[in-house]
């Protein structure tokens, strides 16, 4: 009984703050950036129109490995991949016009979805889980479009582990 009531408690507690953070999107993405420079590791699977794919291995802690090469020649489209959100130096607000899209199911998960628009008229449409890491974003830029999956979160097979 005790272990409910400290439980609810505690919920009760930091109610405000998951609400805080699901309600104004500025902080759901700083959150998802967060979280995302925290990984070990992670699996980027991008797809351009014409049918080419990348997949690049990324580890905070080492150079990206480009297992297939792709074909864009824009790194504006490459830095949207291997940052989702942004630089995580750079403020959400000063760089992007956040708006939320919502709720849905992505690849049986839950997910919710924001639009970011930086001043260049770069947009990036990010999907993400309950755990703050993106799933799958769709990268708008100078013409181009990138689609992008994240997965194999910190599978230690790709890189080794940080010190």
Known sequence: ???VCAVTIALLALGPIAANAATDPYAAI?????AFA???SVQLVEKFPNGAVATIQLSPSAPARVATAGVSKNQLLLDCATQPGGDLSSNV?????VT????KSLYAMPVAGYRLI??????????????????????????????VLYGDYDNPTFF????
Do not use: C, I, Y
């Open 30 to 34: 700083s959150q998802m950036r967060t």
């Open 160 to 163: 080794a582990t940080k010190p």
């Open 118 to 147: 930086d001043q260049s008229g770069a947009a990036e449409t990010l999907w993400v889980n309950a755990k703050a890491l993106p799933v799958a974003m769709h990268v708008e830029a100078f013409g181009e479009s990138l689609d």
């Open 93 to 97: 607000r000063d760089v992007f016009t």
């Open 1 to 3: 009984m005790r272990t």
């Open 38 to 40: 925290r990984v070990q």
């Open 100 to 103: 939320a899209l919502g709720h």
